[in-house]
């Protein structure tokens, strides 16, 4: 079945450092591609997506590209902030057509904490 | 727009007590709702999702179980609680393929 692996945490980064999370996943077919950001307490909140091979996902400083010879989706930063502490979770949805196609399946998330 | 409620926020609860967790969707028609676990320190264990009112699938054998009786609600009950169900539980709908939205989910403690 599907499945998604990601890098184990937590990571300690201090502000303004590059950040990269890894991210590679196992599906059937052609599967959209998510990150998902938690912070302290609260529910899930999307980050970035793609839904097709070599799409860019991109928001608030962050990027994600779909690499479908490599089966991957690694999150990354330039220059991480103190408020990007969070849990990351990268998470895939299966192909359409597929009895997959309802399930939306996460990574065991990844802690990130940035040092001031 | 779209919204999702959940409640309640947290939930102390003794071990063989019921429970009864309530999700509801607003602004969206015929959505794909789901229910995960997020034990402390781990990810998130998908536990049941709806296509459709009384379509259930289990995805893990449990003490749990989960009922649609209406298009945009979505109910995750127990008759016992076990000390292992304690955990960190989030309601998410989708409609299509494209994301996920999630409650603000509900922190269950079994004492």
């Known amino acids: 079945g599907n499945s998604v692996t990601q890098m184990e945490g937590p990571v300690t980064l201090s502000e303004e450092a590059f950040l990269t999370i890894n991210c590679t996943y196992t599906?059937?077919?052609?599967?959209?591609l998510f990150w998902y950001v938690q912070y302290p307490g609260e529910g899930l909140q999307l980050l970035l997506k793609?839904?097709?091979?070599?799409d860019k996902g991109s928001n608030k400083g962050f990027e994600a590209t779909y690499r479908k010879e490599t089966t991957s989706f690694h999150l990354e930063k330039g220059s991480v902030q103190v408020s990007d502490s969070a849990v990351y979770f990268c998470?895939?949805?299966?192909?359409?057509?597929?009895?997959?196609?309802?399930?939306?399946?996460f990574g065991s998330g990844t802690r990130l904490s940035i040092r001031p | 727009s779209q919204t999702i409620h959940q409640w309640p926020a947290t939930l102390v609860q003794p071990v063989g007590s019921p429970l009864s967790l309530e999700c509801t969707v607003e602004?969206?028609?015929?959505?794909?709702l789901y229910w995960y676990r997020q034990a402390a320190g781990r990810g998130l264990q998908l536990l049941f999702y709806?296509?459709?009112?009384?379509?259930i699938s289990s995805e893990v054998p449990q003490n749990l179980s989960a009922s649609r009786p209406q298009d945009r609600q979505f109910i995750l009950s127990s008759k016992k609680l076990l000390l292992s169900d304690s955990g960190f539980y989030l309601c998410?709908?989708?409609?299509?393929?494209?994301?996920?939205?999630f409650g603000q989910g509900t922190r269950l403690t079994v004492v």
């Open positions: 998470a895939l949805s299966g192909s359409k057509g597929y009895s997959s196609a309802s399930k939306i399946i």
């Open positions: 602004g969206t028609s015929n959505p794909n």
């Open positions: 599906a059937t077919g052609y599967p959209s």
């Open positions: 709806s296509v459709g009112i009384g379509q």
């Open positions: 998410a709908w989708m409609a299509g393929l494209t994301e996920a939205f």
């Open positions: 793609a839904t097709k091979a070599d």
